[in-house]
Structures are given as structure tokens and as C-alpha cells.
């Protein structure tokens, strides 16, 4: 499946975006998916995740009550409405997707087979 990641923009603290993933050349409901995000400097870090099969997102504890994702199947999209953001989570943000991944190892990027090229999120002070 290819992934196509687009929404990011430049945003005041406090603000919000909403970032989409379309997935085409694949049977999308069979794919555990997520969102990581890198900022400058700093190793790539987990965000939120969807299990296949499941709707109950998981998320990072540092965006838990801000962020939320949602898939939509029959669409192939997955989306990660973020609020309230705040200047640290100004990052590249990247959706990626798998279907051999455990509910255990979501959170780690090298279950991942796909990827999308990846959003740019700032957010200014």
C-alpha cells in the first residue's frame, strides 16, 4: 500500500491542524496504522496508532487528550486531528502502515512496511 500524508502547515500555539493519509494499492483494512512524527535532531517518535481490525486508537502520552486519530476504510484514510498545540510538537509528521505488527509493538517504527513521504507541523510560540 502507498501511503500520500498531506494537512501539515504553520500554526499558533494553541491551534489546531488536521492531518490526512490516503493509502491506494492495497486492501487498507488489513493494515495496523500510525502516525510518528521527527523533530530536528531528535530520533522519530511514536504518536498515535490504530490497530487493524480495531477503531480504539492509542496514543503517546504527551498528546493523549489533544490529539485524534480516526481511520475511515472504506475511504482508505486515516486522519490525526491535533489541538491545542503547543511549540513541541513542531516535527515532521509521518503516517506509516503494516499488517504483520502485534498489539505490543505498535508504538515501534520497525513493524512499519510503508510509509508516507511525511508532513511538515509547526507550531510558533
Known amino acids: 500500500v502507498q501511503l500520500q500524508a498531506s494537512g501539515g502547515g504553520l500554526v499558533q500555539a494553541g491551534g489546531s491542524l488536521r492531518l490526512s493519509c490516503a493509502a491506494s494499492g492495497g486492501t487498507f483494512s488489513r493494515h495496523t496504522v500510525a502516525w510518528f512524527r521527527q523533530a530536528p535532531g531528535k530520533d522519530r517518535e511514536f504518536v498515535a496508532s490504530i490497530f487493524r481490525g480495531s477503531g480504539t486508537p492509542y496514543y503517546v502520552d504527551s498528546v493523549k487528550g489533544r490529539f485524534t486519530m480516526s481511520r475511515d476504510n472504506p475511504k482508505n484514510t486515516v486522519y490525526l486531528q491535533m489541538d491545542s498545540l503547543k511549540p513541541e510538537d513542531t516535527a515532521v509528521y509521518y503516517c506509516?502502515?503494516?499488517?504483520?505488527?502485534?498489539?505490543?509493538?505498535?508504538?515501534?517504527?520497525?513493524?512499519?512496511?510503508?510509509w508516507g513521504q511525511g508532513t511538515q507541523v509547526t507550531v510558533s510560540s
Open positions: 506509516a502502515a503494516g499488517t504483520n505488527l502485534i498489539l505490543s509493538s505498535i508504538t515501534r517504527s520497525v513493524g512499519y512496511t510503508n
